[in-house]
């Protein structure tokens, strides 16, 4: 996360808390900030050079002005002006951060060989809440190069408990050993 999608992502963060607006605020962020990685481009025309900060922001107003919240539409177009708009994916980041932590929640992302059932998930997500006593949100990673087993990303923290984690670790074992 940048530094001004922190600035910026938290401004707005409590902009909508202070009008009782966070869900209808994040919803939108979100789809948002999908539709902008869906389409590239379009925050390329919100940058471009060849447009004035008026014709970019009335692109906005034409694109959004009754379908998103006025201070979502206003927020985009303060990022717009300031340049910061491809900042926009920073910015969700962060309000999604905040958001999460005055609402108990931890993203978890467990990464596994294949996918998980949604009753492997479930039972997951049980065990997790058990443990940390937070409300849970899992996304589940494919990624066949760990063999087996689940890595947990969440916090800033790692549990590595994966087959290729394993094998690897045996691996530097034995490579240190002195015979």
């Known amino acids: 996360m940048t530094q001004i999608g922190s600035v910026y992502g938290e401004a707005l963060y409590e902009l ?25 481009d379009f925050l390329r025309l919100l940058c471009s050079p060849n447009l004035s900060k008026q014709e970019r922001c009335q692109i ?9 919240h006025i201070y ?20 969700c980041e962060m309000f999604t951060q905040l958001y999460n932590r005055d609402h108990n929640i931890v993203s978890v992302t467990a990464v596994t060989a294949v996918a998980l059932s949604p009753a492997q998930s479930q039972a997951l997500t049980q065990k997790l809440t058990r443990i940390t ?15 087996g087993g689940v890595r ?15 094998l690897d670790r045996l691996g530097d074992l034995l490579n240190n050993t002195v015979l």
Request: overall charge neutral.
């Open 133 to 147: 006593g937070k409300n849970i949100l899992l996304r589940n990673q494919v990624n066949p190069a760990c063999l």
């Open 72 to 91: 979502l539409l206003n927020f985009l177009k303060i990022l717009t002006e300031k340049g910061y708009i491809k900042q926009f994916s920073s910015c």
């Open 60 to 68: 906005l107003d034409d694109s959004f002005r009754g379908r998103i």
């Open 152 to 166: 947990l990303d969440y916090d800033g923290q790692r549990l590595d408990g994966t087959v290729k984690n394993r």
């Open 16 to 40: 909508a808390l202070s009008e009782n607006l966070i869900e209808e605020v994040k919803g939108q962020m979100l789809v948002l900030d999908e539709s902008f990685r869906a389409e590239p």
